[in-house]
Protein backbone atom coordinates (compact mmCIF):
# COMPACT_ATOMS: atom_id res chain seq x y z
CA UNK A 1 0.00 0.00 0.00
CA UNK A 2 1.55 3.29 -1.29
CA UNK A 3 0.77 6.77 -1.39
CA UNK A 4 2.37 9.61 -3.30
CA UNK A 5 4.53 12.58 -1.51
CA UNK A 6 5.77 15.31 -4.20
CA UNK A 7 9.28 16.52 -3.24
CA UNK A 8 11.52 18.94 -5.33
CA UNK A 9 15.18 17.19 -6.34
CA UNK A 10 17.37 18.85 -8.90
CA UNK A 11 15.02 21.80 -10.10
CA UNK A 12 12.56 18.99 -10.57
CA UNK A 13 9.45 17.97 -9.10
CA UNK A 14 9.48 14.33 -8.64
CA UNK A 15 6.49 11.84 -7.20
CA UNK A 16 7.67 9.71 -4.37
CA UNK A 17 6.02 6.48 -3.79
CA UNK A 18 6.14 6.34 0.33
CA UNK A 19 5.71 2.97 1.44
CA UNK A 20 3.38 3.51 4.57
CA UNK A 21 3.07 -1.21 5.33
CA UNK A 22 5.10 -2.34 2.30
CA UNK A 23 5.03 -6.05 1.50
CA UNK A 24 5.00 -8.69 4.32
CA UNK A 25 8.60 -9.52 3.62
CA UNK A 26 9.79 -5.72 4.31
CA UNK A 27 10.28 -6.09 8.24
CA UNK A 28 13.72 -6.77 10.14
CA UNK A 29 14.95 -9.64 8.30
CA UNK A 30 14.65 -11.84 10.96
CA UNK A 31 12.16 -11.33 14.08
CA UNK A 32 13.45 -10.08 17.23
CA UNK A 33 13.91 -13.30 19.50
CA UNK A 34 12.46 -12.40 23.10
CA UNK A 35 14.84 -11.01 25.26
CA UNK A 36 15.32 -12.90 28.47
CA UNK A 37 13.69 -11.71 31.97
CA UNK A 38 15.38 -9.25 33.51
CA UNK A 39 17.48 -10.83 36.66
CA UNK A 40 18.84 -7.34 37.98
CA UNK A 41 16.93 -4.99 40.40
CA UNK A 42 13.52 -4.27 38.08
CA UNK A 43 12.15 -0.86 38.62
CA UNK A 44 8.21 -0.92 36.95
CA UNK A 45 6.83 2.35 35.91
CA UNK A 46 3.53 2.95 34.50
CA UNK A 47 3.34 6.81 33.74
CA UNK A 48 5.31 9.59 32.51
CA UNK A 49 6.50 10.76 35.73
CA UNK A 50 7.48 7.82 37.51
CA UNK A 51 9.64 6.76 34.55
CA UNK A 52 11.40 10.21 34.33
CA UNK A 53 11.99 9.50 38.43
CA UNK A 54 12.93 5.90 37.42
CA UNK A 55 16.18 7.43 35.12
CA UNK A 56 17.02 10.16 37.24
CA UNK A 57 17.39 7.55 40.02
CA UNK A 58 18.35 4.49 38.22
CA UNK A 59 22.05 2.89 39.28
CA UNK A 60 23.93 0.12 38.14
CA UNK A 61 22.32 -3.43 37.30
CA UNK A 62 18.87 -2.11 37.19
CA UNK A 63 16.00 -2.52 34.26
CA UNK A 64 13.64 0.40 34.00
CA UNK A 65 10.00 -2.25 32.98
CA UNK A 66 7.73 0.40 31.30
CA UNK A 67 4.14 -0.77 31.32
CA UNK A 68 2.18 -0.43 28.19
CA UNK A 69 0.91 2.75 26.54
CA UNK A 70 1.97 6.05 25.61
CA UNK A 71 4.11 8.44 27.33
CA UNK A 72 4.42 11.85 26.17
CA UNK A 73 7.85 12.78 27.56
CA UNK A 74 8.07 16.81 28.99
CA UNK A 75 12.21 16.40 29.54
CA UNK A 76 14.90 14.26 27.52
CA UNK A 77 15.74 10.93 29.42
CA UNK A 78 19.24 11.65 30.65
CA UNK A 79 21.81 8.99 31.41
CA UNK A 80 24.62 10.77 32.29
CA UNK A 81 26.21 9.44 34.77
CA UNK A 82 28.85 6.65 35.57
CA UNK A 83 26.40 3.08 35.51
CA UNK A 84 26.75 -0.33 33.97
CA UNK A 85 24.47 -3.13 32.59
CA UNK A 86 21.11 -0.52 32.59
CA UNK A 87 18.56 -1.15 30.50
CA UNK A 88 15.50 0.54 29.33
CA UNK A 89 12.95 -1.36 28.12
CA UNK A 90 8.70 -2.25 27.35
CA UNK A 91 6.97 -5.17 29.19
CA UNK A 92 6.59 -6.46 26.55
CA UNK A 93 8.51 -8.29 23.31
CA UNK A 94 5.63 -5.65 21.28
CA UNK A 95 7.70 -2.81 20.46
CA UNK A 96 4.66 -0.73 19.25
CA UNK A 97 3.19 -1.45 23.01
CA UNK A 98 5.22 1.56 24.49
CA UNK A 99 5.30 4.78 22.75
CA UNK A 100 7.76 7.86 23.86
CA UNK A 101 6.27 10.68 22.10
CA UNK A 102 8.29 14.06 21.33
CA UNK A 103 6.57 17.26 21.11
CA UNK A 104 6.68 16.60 17.23
CA UNK A 105 9.93 16.62 14.78
CA UNK A 106 9.15 20.33 13.02
CA UNK A 107 8.89 22.02 16.60
CA UNK A 108 10.90 23.81 18.45
CA UNK A 109 13.49 21.84 20.69
CA UNK A 110 12.09 23.38 23.66
CA UNK A 111 12.60 20.75 26.57
CA UNK A 112 12.44 17.75 24.70
CA UNK A 113 15.08 17.46 21.55
CA UNK A 114 16.27 14.03 22.27
CA UNK A 115 14.07 10.93 23.28
CA UNK A 116 17.42 9.34 24.87
CA UNK A 117 20.08 11.12 26.07
CA UNK A 118 22.96 9.38 27.27
CA UNK A 119 26.96 9.82 28.69
CA UNK A 120 29.04 10.40 31.75
CA UNK A 121 30.05 7.12 31.82
CA UNK A 122 27.48 4.75 30.73
CA UNK A 123 28.43 1.84 30.26
CA UNK A 124 25.87 -1.37 28.64
CA UNK A 125 22.81 0.88 28.39
CA UNK A 126 20.25 -1.49 26.64
CA UNK A 127 17.35 -0.16 25.10
CA UNK A 128 14.42 -2.30 23.45
CA UNK A 129 10.83 -3.27 23.23
CA UNK A 130 9.90 0.36 22.20
CA UNK A 131 8.76 3.19 20.28
CA UNK A 132 10.53 6.66 20.22
CA UNK A 133 8.97 8.90 17.66
CA UNK A 134 7.83 12.63 16.85
CA UNK A 135 11.51 14.29 18.47
CA UNK A 136 12.55 17.75 17.03
CA UNK A 137 16.54 16.56 16.68
CA UNK A 138 17.43 12.85 17.70
CA UNK A 139 15.43 10.05 19.02
CA UNK A 140 18.44 8.42 20.56
CA UNK A 141 21.67 10.32 21.08
CA UNK A 142 24.79 9.00 22.23
CA UNK A 143 27.71 10.89 23.65
CA UNK A 144 31.24 10.37 24.64
CA UNK A 145 31.51 8.50 27.65
CA UNK A 146 28.99 6.30 26.27
CA UNK A 147 30.46 2.23 26.14
CA UNK A 148 28.79 -0.65 23.75
CA UNK A 149 25.40 0.60 24.20
CA UNK A 150 22.69 -1.58 22.18
CA UNK A 151 19.45 -0.49 20.66
CA UNK A 152 17.01 -3.99 20.33
CA UNK A 153 13.41 -4.05 18.68
CA UNK A 154 12.78 -0.70 18.61
CA UNK A 155 11.25 1.51 15.91
CA UNK A 156 11.93 5.01 15.94
CA UNK A 157 10.00 7.62 14.03
CA UNK A 158 9.97 10.96 12.39
CA UNK A 159 13.49 12.45 13.97
CA UNK A 160 14.20 16.39 12.88
CA UNK A 161 17.79 15.00 12.41
CA UNK A 162 19.31 11.76 12.81
CA UNK A 163 17.62 8.66 14.42
CA UNK A 164 20.53 7.53 16.31
CA UNK A 165 23.54 10.22 16.54
CA UNK A 166 26.98 8.84 18.13
CA UNK A 167 28.95 11.74 18.52
CA UNK A 168 33.11 12.11 18.76
CA UNK A 169 35.16 13.01 21.69
CA UNK A 170 37.95 16.30 20.89
CA UNK A 171 40.42 13.95 21.49
CA UNK A 172 39.58 11.44 18.31
CA UNK A 173 37.56 9.01 19.98
CA UNK A 174 33.72 7.94 20.14
CA UNK A 175 31.56 5.77 21.32
CA UNK A 176 32.45 1.82 20.80
CA UNK A 177 30.91 -1.05 20.41
CA UNK A 178 27.37 -0.07 19.73
CA UNK A 179 24.69 -2.55 18.47
CA UNK A 180 21.49 -1.84 16.77
CA UNK A 181 19.65 -5.07 15.32
CA UNK A 182 16.10 -5.97 14.69
CA UNK A 183 14.88 -2.43 14.54
CA UNK A 184 12.58 -0.12 12.36
CA UNK A 185 13.79 3.30 11.57
CA UNK A 186 11.42 5.16 9.57
CA UNK A 187 10.20 8.37 8.09
CA UNK A 188 6.18 8.29 8.18
CA UNK A 189 6.62 10.64 4.55
CA UNK A 190 9.57 12.28 4.30
CA UNK A 191 12.52 13.98 6.59
CA UNK A 192 12.20 17.57 7.10
CA UNK A 193 15.97 18.71 5.80
CA UNK A 194 18.40 16.83 4.52
CA UNK A 195 19.93 16.82 7.60
CA UNK A 196 19.28 13.44 8.67
CA UNK A 197 20.32 9.76 8.48
CA UNK A 198 19.49 6.63 10.80
CA UNK A 199 22.48 5.64 12.37
CA UNK A 200 24.87 8.34 12.16
CA UNK A 201 28.37 7.51 14.15
CA UNK A 202 31.51 9.51 14.53
CA UNK A 203 34.59 7.50 15.21
CA UNK A 204 33.07 4.55 16.12
CA UNK A 205 35.14 1.09 16.80
CA UNK A 206 33.27 -2.34 16.27
CA UNK A 207 29.87 -0.99 15.50
CA UNK A 208 27.25 -3.91 14.01
CA UNK A 209 24.18 -3.10 12.63
CA UNK A 210 21.64 -5.78 11.91
CA UNK A 211 18.53 -7.25 10.89
CA UNK A 212 17.02 -3.90 11.10
CA UNK A 213 14.70 -2.24 8.38
CA UNK A 214 15.24 1.34 7.13
CA UNK A 215 12.57 3.00 5.47
CA UNK A 216 11.61 6.60 3.72
CA UNK A 217 15.41 8.42 4.62
CA UNK A 218 14.49 10.96 1.83
CA UNK A 219 13.97 14.55 2.40
CA UNK A 220 12.33 17.11 0.07
CA UNK A 221 14.38 19.50 -2.41
CA UNK A 222 17.81 17.95 -1.48
CA UNK A 223 19.73 14.49 -1.33
CA UNK A 224 18.92 12.71 2.30
CA UNK A 225 21.97 11.73 4.07
CA UNK A 226 22.73 7.69 4.25
CA UNK A 227 20.58 5.40 5.89
CA UNK A 228 23.75 4.16 7.74
CA UNK A 229 26.46 6.20 7.57
CA UNK A 230 29.56 5.47 9.67
CA UNK A 231 32.70 7.80 9.20
CA UNK A 232 35.22 10.40 10.81
CA UNK A 233 37.64 7.64 11.43
CA UNK A 234 35.18 4.81 12.40
CA UNK A 235 36.20 1.33 12.24
CA UNK A 236 35.82 -2.29 11.87
CA UNK A 237 31.62 -1.81 11.29
CA UNK A 238 28.86 -5.05 10.11
CA UNK A 239 26.39 -3.87 8.52
CA UNK A 240 24.14 -7.58 8.00
CA UNK A 241 21.32 -8.55 6.72
CA UNK A 242 19.15 -5.08 6.88
CA UNK A 243 16.77 -4.04 4.29
CA UNK A 244 16.55 -0.10 3.24
CA UNK A 245 13.32 0.76 1.44
CA UNK A 246 13.39 3.93 -0.21
CA UNK A 247 16.17 5.78 0.94
CA UNK A 248 18.10 8.19 -1.34
CA UNK A 249 21.45 6.55 0.02
CA UNK A 250 21.51 3.26 2.23
CA UNK A 251 24.69 2.60 3.61
CA UNK A 252 28.17 4.44 3.34
CA UNK A 253 31.55 3.47 4.96
CA UNK A 254 33.54 7.35 5.26
CA UNK A 255 32.08 10.26 3.31
CA UNK A 256 34.76 12.36 2.38
CA UNK A 257 38.64 12.36 1.40
CA UNK A 258 40.00 12.88 5.02
CA UNK A 259 43.79 12.52 6.04
CA UNK A 260 44.48 8.78 7.41
CA UNK A 261 41.28 7.41 5.79
CA UNK A 262 37.41 8.51 7.10
CA UNK A 263 36.80 4.66 7.92
CA UNK A 264 38.58 1.46 8.11
CA UNK A 265 37.94 -2.59 7.66
CA UNK A 266 34.67 -3.79 8.48
CA UNK A 267 32.15 -5.73 6.16
CA UNK A 268 28.95 -5.06 4.85
CA UNK A 269 26.80 -8.49 3.70
CA UNK A 270 23.32 -9.50 2.51
CA UNK A 271 22.16 -6.16 2.68
CA UNK A 272 18.75 -6.22 0.47
CA UNK A 273 18.44 -2.05 -0.80
CA UNK A 274 15.64 -1.39 -2.81
CA UNK A 275 14.25 1.71 -4.53
CA UNK A 276 10.73 2.19 -6.59
CA UNK A 277 11.16 4.48 -9.56
CA UNK A 278 9.78 6.96 -8.69
CA UNK A 279 11.60 8.30 -5.96
CA UNK A 280 15.05 10.14 -6.76
CA UNK A 281 18.25 8.57 -5.05
CA UNK A 282 21.87 8.44 -5.30
CA UNK A 283 24.33 5.35 -4.24
CA UNK A 284 22.90 2.58 -2.45
CA UNK A 285 26.89 0.86 -1.11
CA UNK A 286 28.99 3.79 -0.75
CA UNK A 287 32.91 3.00 0.36
CA UNK A 288 34.61 6.74 0.71
CA UNK A 289 38.34 6.61 2.35
CA UNK A 290 37.70 3.20 3.88
CA UNK A 291 40.24 1.06 3.39
CA UNK A 292 40.53 -3.39 3.96
CA UNK A 293 36.39 -3.23 4.00
CA UNK A 294 34.19 -6.31 2.51
CA UNK A 295 30.98 -5.66 0.54
CA UNK A 296 29.72 -9.32 0.32
CA UNK A 297 26.32 -11.46 -1.12
CA UNK A 298 24.58 -7.73 -1.22
CA UNK A 299 21.10 -7.24 -3.12
CA UNK A 300 21.20 -3.16 -4.56
CA UNK A 301 17.89 -2.93 -7.18
CA UNK A 302 17.27 0.90 -7.49
CA UNK A 303 15.27 1.02 -10.30
CA UNK A 304 17.21 2.31 -12.42
CA UNK A 305 17.44 6.17 -10.17
CA UNK A 306 20.88 5.91 -10.50
CA UNK A 307 23.24 4.58 -12.58
CA UNK A 308 25.94 3.00 -10.33
CA UNK A 309 24.27 1.16 -6.97
CA UNK A 310 27.89 0.15 -5.58
CA UNK A 311 30.79 2.61 -5.48
CA UNK A 312 34.00 2.73 -3.94
CA UNK A 313 36.22 6.12 -4.39
CA UNK A 314 39.17 8.31 -3.19
CA UNK A 315 43.00 6.69 -3.16
CA UNK A 316 43.06 5.88 0.33
CA UNK A 317 39.74 2.91 -0.40
CA UNK A 318 42.61 0.35 -0.88
CA UNK A 319 42.45 -3.27 0.09
CA UNK A 320 38.72 -3.36 -0.96
CA UNK A 321 36.73 -6.82 -1.99
CA UNK A 322 33.75 -6.65 -3.40
CA UNK A 323 31.98 -10.03 -4.23
CA UNK A 324 29.07 -11.63 -4.66
CA UNK A 325 26.52 -8.55 -4.84
CA UNK A 326 23.47 -8.43 -7.58
CA UNK A 327 23.57 -4.86 -8.82
CA UNK A 328 20.92 -3.03 -11.43
CA UNK A 329 23.54 -0.81 -12.78
CA UNK A 330 27.49 -0.94 -12.73
CA UNK A 331 30.13 -1.07 -9.59
CA UNK A 332 32.15 1.93 -10.13
CA UNK A 333 35.36 3.28 -8.87
CA UNK A 334 36.12 6.43 -8.99
CA UNK A 335 39.21 9.42 -7.68
CA UNK A 336 41.75 6.62 -7.30
CA UNK A 337 40.40 3.84 -5.28
CA UNK A 338 40.99 -0.09 -5.64
CA UNK A 339 40.06 -3.67 -5.07
CA UNK A 340 39.04 -6.40 -6.31
CA UNK A 341 36.17 -7.60 -7.97
CA UNK A 342 34.46 -11.02 -8.05
CA UNK A 343 31.53 -12.74 -9.68
CA UNK A 344 29.34 -9.38 -9.00
CA UNK A 345 26.29 -9.58 -11.61
CA UNK A 346 25.70 -5.92 -12.73
CA UNK A 347 23.11 -4.42 -14.92
CA UNK A 348 20.25 -7.46 -13.85
CA UNK A 349 16.94 -7.11 -14.00
CA UNK A 350 13.77 -7.19 -12.22
CA UNK A 351 12.70 -11.04 -13.90
CA UNK A 352 15.52 -11.81 -11.81
CA UNK A 353 13.69 -11.73 -8.66
CA UNK A 354 10.30 -12.72 -6.99
CA UNK A 355 8.43 -9.34 -7.67
CA UNK A 356 10.99 -6.62 -8.48
CA UNK A 357 8.09 -3.97 -8.82
CA UNK A 358 6.79 -4.78 -5.19
CA UNK A 359 10.62 -5.20 -3.33
CA UNK A 360 10.72 -8.44 -3.25
CA UNK A 361 14.21 -9.10 -4.20
CA UNK A 362 14.12 -12.53 -3.23
CA UNK A 363 15.78 -14.75 -6.32
CA UNK A 364 13.13 -16.23 -8.79
CA UNK A 365 14.05 -20.07 -9.06
CA UNK A 366 14.92 -18.82 -12.86
CA UNK A 367 17.60 -16.72 -11.82
CA UNK A 368 20.61 -19.20 -13.33
CA UNK A 369 22.81 -15.90 -13.45
CA UNK A 370 22.47 -15.87 -9.75
CA UNK A 371 21.90 -19.11 -8.50
CA UNK A 372 25.12 -21.94 -7.31
CA UNK A 373 27.51 -18.72 -9.48
CA UNK A 374 28.93 -17.34 -5.93
CA UNK A 375 32.15 -17.72 -4.72
CA UNK A 376 33.01 -19.56 -1.71
CA UNK A 377 33.63 -17.18 1.21
CA UNK A 378 34.49 -17.79 5.03
CA UNK A 379 33.01 -14.12 5.91
CA UNK A 380 29.28 -15.52 4.98
CA UNK A 381 27.87 -17.87 6.28
CA UNK A 382 23.94 -17.31 5.72
CA UNK A 383 21.69 -15.13 3.82
CA UNK A 384 19.51 -12.44 4.16
CA UNK A 385 16.79 -14.52 6.11
CA UNK A 386 19.20 -16.42 8.22
CA UNK A 387 19.04 -19.35 6.27
CA UNK A 388 22.67 -21.30 5.70
CA UNK A 389 24.94 -20.92 2.25
CA UNK A 390 24.79 -22.78 0.53
CA UNK A 391 22.24 -24.81 -0.84
CA UNK A 392 22.73 -26.63 -3.62
CA UNK A 393 26.04 -26.36 -5.77
CA UNK A 394 27.06 -23.42 -4.44
CA UNK A 395 26.86 -20.02 -3.10
CA UNK A 396 23.79 -18.01 -4.75
CA UNK A 397 25.28 -14.17 -5.78
CA UNK A 398 23.26 -11.12 -3.80
CA UNK A 399 21.85 -11.43 -0.26
CA UNK A 400 19.00 -14.66 -0.55
CA UNK A 401 20.28 -17.97 -1.14
CA UNK A 402 17.40 -19.63 -3.10
CA UNK A 403 16.34 -22.91 -1.42
CA UNK A 404 18.11 -22.27 1.53
CA UNK A 405 16.96 -23.45 4.92
CA UNK A 406 17.88 -22.76 8.67
CA UNK A 407 18.91 -25.89 9.63
CA UNK A 408 22.61 -26.15 10.27
CA UNK A 409 24.93 -28.53 11.31
CA UNK A 410 28.46 -28.28 13.06
CA UNK A 411 31.41 -30.61 12.69
CA UNK A 412 34.41 -30.54 15.49
CA UNK A 413 36.20 -32.63 17.03
CA UNK A 414 39.57 -33.40 18.73
CA UNK A 415 43.59 -33.56 17.62
CA UNK A 416 45.85 -35.93 20.01
CA UNK A 417 49.74 -35.99 20.49
CA UNK A 418 50.02 -39.39 20.24
CA UNK A 419 53.83 -39.53 21.21
CA UNK A 420 52.51 -37.50 24.35
CA UNK A 421 49.15 -38.35 24.58
CA UNK A 422 48.18 -35.34 24.95
CA UNK A 423 45.95 -32.70 23.57
CA UNK A 424 47.64 -30.60 20.66
CA UNK A 425 47.05 -26.89 21.02
CA UNK A 426 47.11 -24.34 18.21
CA UNK A 427 46.93 -26.89 15.44
CA UNK A 428 45.57 -25.40 12.26
CA UNK A 429 42.14 -26.88 10.90
CA UNK A 430 41.08 -25.86 8.03
CA UNK A 431 37.45 -26.28 6.35
CA UNK A 432 36.77 -26.33 2.06
CA UNK A 433 34.68 -27.63 -0.11
CA UNK A 434 30.96 -25.57 -0.08
CA UNK A 435 32.56 -23.37 2.52
CA UNK A 436 36.48 -22.17 3.09
CA UNK A 437 37.61 -21.21 6.92
CA UNK A 438 40.64 -21.65 9.04
CA UNK A 439 40.29 -22.18 13.21
CA UNK A 440 43.10 -23.68 15.59
CA UNK A 441 42.28 -25.98 18.13
CA UNK A 442 41.71 -24.94 21.98
CA UNK A 443 43.71 -25.92 25.06
CA UNK A 444 42.20 -29.28 25.20
CA UNK A 445 42.48 -29.93 21.64
CA UNK A 446 39.50 -29.12 20.42
CA UNK A 447 38.11 -27.34 16.95
CA UNK A 448 34.31 -26.57 15.76
CA UNK A 449 32.63 -25.30 12.42
CA UNK A 450 29.45 -24.23 13.59
CA UNK A 451 26.43 -22.97 11.28
CA UNK A 452 27.11 -25.39 8.07
CA UNK A 453 24.69 -25.93 5.29
CA UNK A 454 22.84 -29.39 4.84
CA UNK A 455 23.14 -31.49 1.49
CA UNK A 456 26.68 -29.75 0.31
CA UNK A 457 30.25 -31.52 0.44
CA UNK A 458 32.31 -30.58 3.44
CA UNK A 459 36.41 -31.20 3.65
CA UNK A 460 38.44 -30.73 7.21
CA UNK A 461 42.14 -31.06 7.18
CA UNK A 462 44.25 -30.21 10.05
CA UNK A 463 47.74 -29.23 9.54
CA UNK A 464 50.81 -28.24 11.93
CA UNK A 465 54.15 -27.69 11.03
CA UNK A 466 56.36 -30.64 11.78
CA UNK A 467 53.36 -33.23 11.87
CA UNK A 468 51.54 -35.36 9.97
CA UNK A 469 48.35 -36.54 11.06
CA UNK A 470 45.60 -39.52 10.56
CA UNK A 471 43.55 -39.50 8.91
CA UNK A 472 44.89 -36.57 6.58
CA UNK A 473 41.65 -35.14 6.31
CA UNK A 474 37.62 -36.03 6.67
CA UNK A 475 35.61 -35.91 3.77
CA UNK A 476 31.77 -34.96 4.48
CA UNK A 477 29.67 -35.88 1.08
CA UNK A 478 26.55 -34.16 1.09
CA UNK A 479 26.33 -33.43 4.77
CA UNK A 480 22.96 -34.74 6.71
CA UNK A 481 23.78 -34.06 10.25
CA UNK A 482 26.01 -32.96 12.90
CA UNK A 483 29.80 -34.91 13.74
CA UNK A 484 31.47 -33.75 16.69
CA UNK A 485 33.80 -36.86 16.87
CA UNK A 486 35.91 -35.77 14.02
CA UNK A 487 39.07 -36.70 15.30
CA UNK A 488 42.71 -36.75 14.52
CA UNK A 489 45.89 -38.42 16.06
CA UNK A 490 48.96 -35.88 15.46
CA UNK A 491 52.69 -37.95 14.98
CA UNK A 492 55.70 -35.75 14.62
CA UNK A 493 57.47 -35.84 11.20
CA UNK A 494 59.98 -39.23 11.63
CA UNK A 495 57.57 -41.44 13.99
CA UNK A 496 56.33 -44.58 13.18
Not at 288 to 308: F, I, W
Not at 405 to 416: D, E, H, K, V
Request: with cysteine; hydrophobic share 40%; charged share 15%.
Amino acid sequence: MTRTVWARRAGLLVAAAVVSSGPAWARPATPAPPLPAPTNTVVRVSTERQLQRAVQDVGSDTTILIAPGTYRLTSTLYFNRAIRDVTLRGATDDRDDVVLLGPGMRQPSSSTPFGVWTGGGVVRLTIANLTLRDFPEHPIILNPGTESPRVYNVRLVDAGDQFIKSNPAGNGTGVNGGIVEYSVIEYTTVAGDSYTNGVDVHTGIGWIIRHNLFRNIVAPGDLAGPAVLMWNHSAGTVTEGNVFINCARAISYGLINRPGGDHTGGVIRNNVIFRAASVAGDVGIHLAASANTQVLNNTVYLSGTYPTPIEYRYAQTSGVVIANNLVDGVIRARDGATGRLVTNVEGVQGDLFVDAAAGDLHLAPTAASAIDRGTVTSEVTEDMDGEARPAGGGYDIGADERGGSTTAYQLGGRIIDMALGAAMPSVTVTLTGARYHVTSTDALGRFLFPGLAAGVHYVVTPGRSGFRFTPGDAFFPGLSGSDLSVDFEGWASGAP
